[in-house]
């Protein structure tokens, strides 16, 4: 087996050689192709809804064309077409008024868990998180049958208080988990510094340990809105009108009927809604990198 492999080993540094291409050339290069291949696996399904979104029906149905690139004039029809014949517009207002109401029930219930399990040096605390944690994994098929009961207790089946209500299960336990690690990163001293100066731990932790963990809370905060806009098992479940539904369910839902797709309204669906998170996510991407390393380190 070794006697095999050095045939190769020799021809792939004779191959390098020949390129006349230095050792360090040749790891350049080898990064820089992957990076590449990587950057275009990215972008391409971006690039793909784009040119979709504006693409006349005739140019998208036809399999004559080159469906990489324009081969007639570029149009809005397929936007003006969601906009107009949809109700779009509410979907996205749903999805937003859910989204901070999944956040601001995960940071209000994450953060007082976190800590106490981080820095109040309970017993048993990180069997407790490690469990808390290990709720995440459950997938929502299982959950959503119990929380069909939930849900019609309180009667709140088919608004948009039901997925206020169920989606922070699945973001709960993750953010929990998230700002425990990072909550162990802040120095006990400078909380007990805050508690000697006659704060309390309400104070301590409003004033001291919460601006250090900015960074933290802004990673829960944005996983929470992600989790939030991405759900399509909960809002099939809880929601059936119209009216009711976030954009991940009304877009399909209205512009896929039967066997009949409208790719271009589709796309543009697709688009419209994930600038707005991608523009956002952009923005917090150090607060959001920085929240998931540290917590993730303890």
Do not use: C
């Not at 990076?35 to 690039?47: H, I, K």
């Not at 039901?162 to 953010?175: A, N, R």
């Not at 120095?187 to 100066?197: G, P, Q, R, Y």
């Not at 009108?241 to 976030?246: E, G, N």
Request: charged letters at 10%; a neutral charge; hydrophobic letters at 55%.
């Amino acid at each position: 087996m070794i006697a095999e492999s050095l045939p190769r080993d020799a021809g792939s540094r004779a191959a390098w050689r020949v390129l006349g291409l230095s050792r360090w050339q040749r790891g350049t290069t080898l990064r820089v192709i992957t990076l590449a291949v990587y950057t275009l696996l990215t972008v391409f399904p971006f690039y793909w809804m784009i040119i979709t979104t504006f693409k006349q029906n005739s140019d998208l149905y036809s399999e004559t064309n080159n469906p990489l690139w324009f081969n007639a004039p570029p149009t809005l029809d397929n936007v003006t077409y969601l906009l107009e014949q949809t109700r779009f517009l509410t979907w996205m207002w749903n999805s937003l008024v859910i989204g901070i109401g999944v956040v601001i029930i995960t940071l209000i219930t994450a953060v007082p868990a976190g800590y106490a399990l981080a820095r109040l040096r309970l017993p048993g605390a990180e069997k407790l998180g490690i469990a808390i944690f290990a709720t995440y994994l459950v997938p929502p098929t299982l959950l959503f049958i119990p929380l069909t009961r939930v849900v019609h207790t309180l009667g709140l089946q088919n608004t948009i208080w039901s997925l206020v209500l169920v989606l922070p299960t699945i973001s709960i336990p993750f953010s929990v988990w998230l700002l425990m690690g990072f909550f162990k990163n802040v120095s006990f001293e400078i909380e007990e510094a805050a508690l000697v100066d006659g704060a309390t731990r309400a104070q301590a932790v409003f004033h001291v340990i919460l601006p250090i963990s900015r960074a933290g809370l802004a990673a829960s905060g944005m996983f929470a809105f992600a989790i939030s806009l991405q759900a399509f098992l909960y809002p099939l479940v809880f929601t059936s009108s119209t009216a009711v539904k976030p954009v991940t369910l009304g877009v399909v839902t209205d512009l896929i009927r039967g066997d009949l797709f409208y790719w271009g309204s589709l796309m543009a669906g697709a688009l419209l809604a994930g600038l707005p998170v991608a523009i956002l996510f952009n923005y917090f991407l150090d607060d959001f990198v920085e929240g998931i390393t540290a917590g993730s380190s303890k």
